[in-house]
């Protein structure tokens, strides 16, 4: 009797510390991917040694490939992996090409949640009173992501607006699995050769710090305000983005105007019109820039879905969820480095990549310099359409391994905007080169100088304002 006890009270303790690790969000997330890795491990074997081709008709079956399983694992574990894996899609050169292209599948496939959520939010976020100003709300959502979807509306006054409405439940999902994916980064920072270079946890610690500002729809409603005024204080009438409508926006709900126009990966629909597609991306990049130059803010997630040719001639940035800012000592080696990058003074560049990173011990400079040399040179020679930028960014972590060093988060940043103008400048402006481009490149160093002039003028101020002061 005393050892049936025994082992009624052990299962009974069992269960309650299985029913408490189901219950809390970080425990429950490692349940999921254990159950869910089991799974994927599991169909690989099967179809590994042939099995699954006698359950799956012949015309049907494709073979199941690492990018395959692992997009698929993502769908299931939910919209912060389907996230990052829109992440590795977005990001050509990044990461290898085979799972570049297969998340791409999930850039436009994310399942929509039901329209009562989007009802049920808006009156919980807004007020029924406050939300019953929107108005003929399309049921059918504009867009599905993995943090929100798209409604078009109107307020009652007649205008046209978008609401953006967070997924239900996204918030505490997605801590958790932060969490879980940092716990994964160290175990692979840990045993895989090399991995300190490539920093799993610090990638993993940025991609968190981008989705919980990411979250918080009003700080992209701020983000959308900023732009706006800089583009304003800038003198660019024919760039912006959209503007928000302050009283009905919250932490899970954004309505702003809409927009009507071209995504700029509509190249036929672009040249059917008539649209000077080169001049308008030159346009865009030279804005971008100068956001970086002068403000140290900017859109950080320029890929094609995000940019838009507008029906009044303007150009059009979308999605705010992301901006990059940097200080002003970043933004200055980040122009010393578009200086040395773009007149092909690689010593400098390799310079400024030690001052960004740290240089490790017994660091070759010169053959750093020569490898650095190499890898750039392609695109100061060649045209866009011409650049393989698959290539280009292996080629740099490729040499970054060799000399044992860790390229900057900054470098990084800078250059993925450039592969996203990349992927639609092929077939936009296929000649156009923005190293090399004298609207470009006379305009760049035009703006470092300005903003350099305006720096040395602040300081100058802020020394005479203390030098003025009274001490005590």
Known sequence: MPGSMFWYSLLAVLGVLFLLSVSLPVPRRIW???IYSSKYFWLWVVDAIGLRKLFVPKAKYVKLTRPMLFRMWCEDMGPTFIKFGQIIASSAGMFPDPYVKEFQ????????????????????????????????????????????????????????????????????????????????????????????????????????????????FRKESANLDKFNDIMRELGHKNIRCPVPHHEYTTRKILVM??????????????KAKGIDGEGKLVDGL?????????????????????????????????????????????????????????????KRLAEIIVEMSGAPDGLDMDAFVKDLGETYSPLLTLSFGEVNYSEFLPGIQRTATRHRM??????????????????YAKSLAPKLNVFTDPRLVLGMMQDIQKARMQADAQKAAAAAAAAATPTT
Request: net charge negative.
């Open 105 to 216: 599948k999930v850039l436009d496939r994310v399942k929509p949640f039901p329209f009562e959520d989007v009802k049920r939010t808006l009156d919980e976020e807004l007020g029924a009173e406050k939300a019953a100003h929107l108005v003929d709300i399309e049921p059918k959502q504009l867009a599905s992501a993995s943090i929100a979807q798209v409604h078009t509306a109107k307020l009652r006054d007649g205008t046209l607006v978008v609401i953006k409405v967070q997924r239900p439940g996204i918030i505490g999902r997605c801590m958790a699995d932060m969490k879980l994916m940092r716990m994964l980064a160290k175990v692979v920072a840990r045993f895989k050769k090399n991995a300190e270079l490539a920093n799993p946890v610090g990638v993993i610690d940025d991609f968190t710090a981008t989705l919980t500002e990411e979250l918080d």
């Open 257 to 270: 105007e809409r927009f009507n126009g071209l995504r700029v990966d509509r190249f036929e629909e672009i």
């Open 286 to 346: 030279r804005a971008w820039f100068q956001c970086v130059v002068f403000y140290g803010f900017f859109h950080g997630d320029v890929h094609a879905g995000n940019l838009m040719l507008l029906d009044d001639d303007t150009i059009g940035f979308l999605d705010f969820g992301i901006v990059g800012r940097f200080g002003d000592k970043e933004r200055y080696l980040v122009t010393d480095y578009m200086i040395a990058f773009a007149s092909g003074n690689y």
């Open 406 to 423: 860790m390229m900057p988060n900054e470098f990084i940043l800078i250059t993925k905007q450039l592969l996203y103008f990349d992927r």
């Open 32 to 34: 999921a991917f254990f």
